[in-house]
Structure formats: C-alpha cells, structure tokens
C-alpha cells in the first residue's frame, strides 16, 4: 500500500467512546481527575481500541520497541540484536520485544514507504497489539526547530534529511492506519510523529509521549503536538527508554480503569460529599 493510499485510511477517534470512558473514570470512588495522565492516556486507549467497555479495554499483551537505524548504525543495531544494551533490560521488564531495523532508502518517500512496510510486516508477524519508537540517530540538523514551520509533510523530511526520521514517519502512519498505538520517545520520535501530522492530523489522537527528554527544543516540539508526557528522565536520545519506562504508567491506567469499581458497581449510593461526582464536577466549573 503507497502512502498516499496509507493516510486516507487513518481514521478520527471517537469523542463519545473517549468521553464515555472518562466518564468512568470520574465514577470511580477516588477523586475526579486524581489519575491525571494515567486517565486520559487510557480514555484515548479506549478509543482506539473502539469500545469504553471495561472488559474490552486490555493491556496490550504483544508490544514491539522498532528501533531505528541506518548503515553507518550497525554496530548499535548489532549489540541490540544480541541483547548486549541496557535497553534490553528496561524491554524485558515492560514484555516488550525490541526490533532493530537498517533502513536504506534513498529519499525521503521510499523512506515513508519503507518504515511503513516494515511497520505493517511486524505488526502483523507478532500481532503487536503497540509499539514504542526508538533511533540510534543522534545527530539531528542543529536547525530542525525552523524546519517545523513548512506545512508539507514530505518537504520536510527532504529539508530534514533524517533517514530514520521519515522511516518512523511510515511506521507511524501505518500503525494509526492499522489503530495500533504508538508509544513516543525523544526528539527525533516526535519530529516524525510531528512530519506524520502533516499528512493526516488524525494520526496524532493514536500517538502517546512517553517522555520529555532534556533535548533541545523536547518541550517545545511536544507542545506542538499538543502531548503531555508523563515523564521527565532528563534521557539525552530517543533510543527508546523513556517510552519502554512509560509502559508501566500506560499499564497503570488500564488497570485502574478496569480493576476499580464505580459507586455503583460497589452498590454505594450515598456517596461520601466529598468524593461525589456532582460535587467534584461543581468544583471543576469554579475553577
């Protein structure tokens, strides 16, 4: 499937299946809001999975870190294949399966279609129900903030000039064209989730950040893309730990979403003033 098929087929999330499981959440005996990120990560969870059920919304089980990288990579690429980098440690306790990849496009599109094709091939062999991005590439143009501004997604990774970069671009189009999340890591993960918006804005509401990182311009970018991250490790790359370390938290909210109990479900129906929905809505409206 080319790119320009792949981006049609990218599809808005449902506000009512969002709103319906945020709605949960501000049912569940505890304080509304009190779970912040953790609530409104699994309300948008919810709606790519197509369902505010609680017995639908699961745990991803099968979850990939793609790792990304070109030919002057190997050596990194080769120590992630044999499991001799750190990073291997943080996979194995989120249950995550790292692949690395050696992309070897020459322009920017067979890039897209590459890291698309890549991404789908995986998907599909693991039936990977999310996955985390991750590079080896460190080096990012010293300029790339100004290069935000150009409205086209393709011109811009041209200007760019990162292979891995529009690599993940592909991979992330094609995952939201498949209503897999995406889990974000550093600055170059974000800049393609950033090229992949201009191609279709939707595909941004299946894109989640893991961490903001002490990269130039982390703050900023993921400002841009209007995503809050839940973590601040001050990690200096994007290779994949900060969204590996997020899966925990990602976890969390499921769980609660599922394991929690509503006052209803407990069969309480005085609830305690101050926990009491309308209460707490009152409060929100106040200010």
Not at 261 to 276: I, L, M, Q, R, W
Request: aromatic letters at 6%.
């Amino acid at each position: 499937m080319h790119i320009e098929e792949l981006v049609t087929k990218i599809q808005p999330l449902s506000g009512d299946i969002i709103n319906a499981a945020q709605k949960r959440f501000d049912n569940l005996i505890k304080p509304v809001g009190s779970l912040a990120l953790l609530e409104s990560m699994t309300s948008r969870y919810a709606g790519i999975l197509g369902s505010s059920d609680k017995q639908l919304v699961v745990i991803p089980e099968n979850r990939l870190l793609l790792l990304w990288g070109e030919l002057k990579h190997a050596v990194e690429i080769e120590s992630a294949m044999v499991q001799k980098r750190a990073l291997s440690v943080y996979a194995s306790h989120v249950n995550a399966k790292i692949v690395p990849l050696l992309v070897i496009g020459e322009s920017a599109y067979d890039l897209l279609e590459e890291g698309a094709m890549l991404t789908a091939e995986y998907i599909g062999e693991e039936k990977a129900e999310l996955i985390c991005l991750g590079t080896f590439e460190k080096d990012l143009r010293p300029d790339w903030q100004d290069l935000t501004e150009e409205k086209d997604g393709l011109a811009l990774l041209d200007r760019l000039q990162c292979a891995p970069v529009s690599a993940m671009t592909g991979a992330i189009l094609q995952a939201a064209g498949m209503r897999v999340p995406v889990m974000l890591d550093g600055v170059a993960t974000c800049l393609a989730a950033f090229a992949a918006a201009r191609f279709n804005p939707y595909v941004l509401q299946y894109c989640f950040a893991g961490d903001e990182s002490a990269e130039t311009g982390s703050a900023a970018l993921l400002k841009k893309l209007q995503l809050q991250a839940p973590l601040r490790l001050s990690l200096k790359n994007a290779e994949g730990v900060g969204a590996l370390s997020c899966l925990r938290l990602f976890d969390a909210g499921i769980k609660a979403y599922r394991e929690m109990e509503t006052f209803e479900e407990a069969g309480v129906h005085n609830e305690k003033e101050d926990y009491s929905l309308k209460v707490q809505e009152d409060k929100k409206l106040k200010g």
